[in-house]
């Protein structure tokens, strides 16, 4: 071979390389990822996941939240699992996400993957796939997750910036829009509220000294102003918990958009929603028909679950969830 050949062996070499790497790093989830590397990764989460519910229905919730404020900051990369260290505060230090649970629970299915499976099923989709099982469990759609997701190596309090239960439609759009969802994938989202709890001190002030008015939110319905008084205590020394759904709590249905819409939102970005002009208009749809609601929900969560996702030869697998690989 000449040298011109040999030149234009080594490119096509090159050019091959390249291709090859263009299609690891532009992999895209999919339904299914895992039928061939570990074909039962998601029967085993399931399982372990029913095991749970079966003993602690919140685990529907927690899982829910979970899989929120993960996807929020980094994007679905199971940097709020990563323990902070000497050098670093990690996600789980921060004050939005005080009181998350079931970091347990995906230890848990970590280790029986890492027995069967090793370094093959990451983490961010053990959460994605754990909060699909949970939402089913408790009476929600049963949807197909698309994996492939990879684990970040970043973690970092700091970057934790949430839309909080006190903020106005307005605010709470513009986060939900710079994550690249919409006004209504945001109202869709808050639907997981219909299985969600708050602690009495987020709304101390609805409940008692509205605007320093001294007296409760007048749009909030009296009856659960007194109801939400007794449960809280008038001194509100003990920082209690109450559903957000005060009805179906533990069930995923479109009870909780019923409530709002007779001035029954505990929080008041629950209660903003129903009466602001450019989202009451879905909350009313959502309310009236649980099967759109479901339907819905499980579409906005798959959205969710795609938010800045790391594929292909990007991040990692972690071996166990709480630190990154050696």
Known sequence: MNNHGKT?????????MMINCLFITMATLRVGFYKESCPSAESIIQQIVRQKFLTKRSVTPALLRMHYHDCFIRGCDASILLDSTSKNQ?????????????????DLIKAR????????VSCADIIALATRDAVALASGPN???PTGRRDGLISRSNEVNLPGPTSSVSDARKAFEAHGLTLNDMVVLLGAHTVGTTHCSFIKDRLLNFKNSGAPNSAMEQGLVKKLKKICGSKFNVDR????????SFIVDNMYYKEIVKRQGVLKIDQVIAQAKQ??????????DN????????KTLVKLGTLQVMEGNNGEIRRNCRMVNN
Do not use: M
């Not at 990690?90 to 629970?105: F, H, M, P, T, V």
């Open 279 to 288: 989202t009451s208009k879905l909350v009313a749809i959502l309310a009236a």
């Open 8 to 16: 234009s062996f080594v490119l096509i070499l090159i050019l091959i």
């Open 113 to 120: 993957l890492e027995q069967i499976c090793p370094k093959t």
């Open 291 to 298: 099967s759109l609601f479901g339907e819905q929900f499980a």
């Open 143 to 145: 949807y197909d997750v």
């Open 90 to 106: 990690a996600e789980k230090a921060a004050a939005a996400n005080s009181g998350i649970q079931e970091y347990q629970l995906i």
């Open 241 to 248: 918990t109450v559903f957000l759904d005060q009805n179906t």
